[in-house]
């Protein structure tokens, strides 16, 4: 088979949650085992780290990956989705698998994983963890597919556990309180191994503070110390820090959001650092090169792990920004960063998938914006037509094009250079966009 051949048997031949839904959600770990035992349990080979969280995990994981590469490790990273090419889910620092490596495993080990029946994840998840064994990787960024108890993942026991926040998403899964999800999430503490929480509410903190005494996890809330005193939007579509202990630094990754995923990633920051990860020595003088490393680490986290769709610009004249942001949670920041855009007229390029809570997310939508309704290649997406019928519901106006190509190519027309036109609302949309438009 070819690269292309090979994806397409992955994508086709296996249940996707990115291309079913909830149809393709396989609950439990025994085809994970069964795999991981076939393999030889390759992720006991390398440390891990454990990302969590309804939101901010992808940045997350990818910060984390790009301090560990900046201090000299050699650093498997896998993520999910993928917004263009599969090969962006499993990288070695910053470098995506091969499609050699991805074709050979798929020929070599389909006699043994066809007769379980594994989920495109499941199948996904051992090639990363059997791929990092073999480029010899030093430590793994795993960020959870789904949920966390139950998502095959799982099976490691890492150095840190990391969960960003809880919000509303995948509630046909995970529970329909913030308490159910926040359990699920919890899954993924292990004994003695200590675990980072980004955000709490009054609702799930209780339930994380219970799993950890239960595994006697050290628990560590980002947010009762936050480390960030303030963050500004740098022209470059950046964030300008300034801490309380660490400096202050500029971060490539843009949005507001990122401030609070920051807290997150400095507390894990202080984690590796007071455990010697960072370092060989406790002394000032290491200290000093392990802020310095932090620092060019987070100027780079996109030049470094290839990160893609994070309040990301496109070009300027007029400004064109993408993000991945798809649920209530993620937008509560997205609308407020547009509403706090300084242009003549906003152009918005919107879709969703039909497992979101799309009037929730229109609740929250700028009323100002020209919106040019659209809808990613998936046959999970809602008819752009249906959209634009909830959108003049929410009193949003625009309308409605059969491809984001043609949405896009819309709104470009329409735009002047002091207008500015932002394309989200799914991963899969900004995906699109990303293979299609740029």
Known sequence: MTYQETCDYLYNQMPMFERQGGSAYKEGLSNTLALDEHFGHPHQAYATIHVAGTNGKGSVSHSIAALLQECGYRVGLYTSPHLVDFRERIRVNGHPITEDYVVEFVEQERPFFEPLRPSFFEVTTAMAFKYFLDMDVDIAVIEVGLGGRLDCTNIITPIISVITNISFDHTQFLGDTLAEIALEKAGII???????IGEATSETRPVFEHKAEE??????????????????????????????????????????YQSKNMN????????????????????????????????????????????MGRWQTIQTCPMVVCDTGHNVGGWEYLSKQLEMVKCQQLHIVFGMVNDKDIKGVMNLLPKKAIFYFTKPQSSRALNEKTVQILAAGHN????????????????????SIDDFIFIGGSSYLVGDFLKTCI
């Open 190 to 196: 292990k004994k003695g191994v200590p675990v980072v």
């Open 215 to 256: 595994n006697n996890a050290p628990i560590i809330f980002a947010e009762d110390n936050p480390e960030v005193v303030s963050a500004d939007m740098l022209p470059s579509g950046g964030m300008h820090y300034k801490t309380r202990r660490m400096g202050e630094f500029d971060g490539d990754l843009g949005g507001l």
């Open 264 to 307: 997150t990633i400095l507390t894990v920051f202080h984690i590796l650092a007071v455990n010697g990860y960072l370092s060989n020595s406790e002394t000032e003088k290491s200290i000093e090169k392990s802020l310095y490393e932090l620092h060019e680490a987070m100027r780079m986290v996109g030049k470094k792990t290839g990160l």
């Open 396 to 415: 949003l106006k625009g309308t409605s094009y059969p491809t984001v190509q043609e949405a896009y190519k819309a709104a470009k027309e329409a735009a």
